[in-house]
């Protein structure tokens, strides 16, 4: 299961999904994320409606998360297919009724690319082809 940066932020400070989130996380068998989803998750983190904390506090808070819970930080797919895969998910998911931005691109490619389900809180994968965790 890829773990959304997302899903860590609403784990972190407590969201609406917080819970859900949680024990998907819990259940999965090898969950991870990747350095984009990491660096996302630290900044969404500080902001002052989150946890207000320098950057590298969030950070540091992230990767705690990430190794209490066995979540793996994998490479991104090999370059070629992060390109592709992730200029896919924009031209297909990024004009309609779903907004993925950038960092959704290349979480949309981390799946694909290794065939997992994404754990988000963005409805929007869910308007995709990818497989999300309920």
């Known amino acids: 299961m890829f773990v959304d940066a997302a899903a860590i932020v609403a784990i972190l400070s407590n969201e609406a999904e917080a819970e859900r989130c949680a024990r998907a996380v819990m259940h ?59 200029v896919e998910a924009a031209s297909r998911f990024r004009n309609h009724a779903i907004r993925l931005n950038m960092a959704d691109c290349f979480h949309y490619a981390c799946a694909r690319y290794y065939a997992v389900p994404i754990l988000s809180t963005a409805d929007e994968f869910r308007l995709t082809d990818l497989e999300t965790v309920p």
């Open 28 to 86: 999965a068998s090898s969950p991870f994320t990747s350095a984009i989803a990491v660096w996302e998750a630290g900044m969404a983190l500080s902001r002052l409606e989150k946890l207000a904390v320098p950057v590298d506090v969030s950070l540091e808070i992230v990767t705690r998360f990430l190794d209490e819970r066995a979540i793996a930080v994998r490479e991104l797919p090999p370059a070629s297919d992060a390109t592709s895969l992730s």
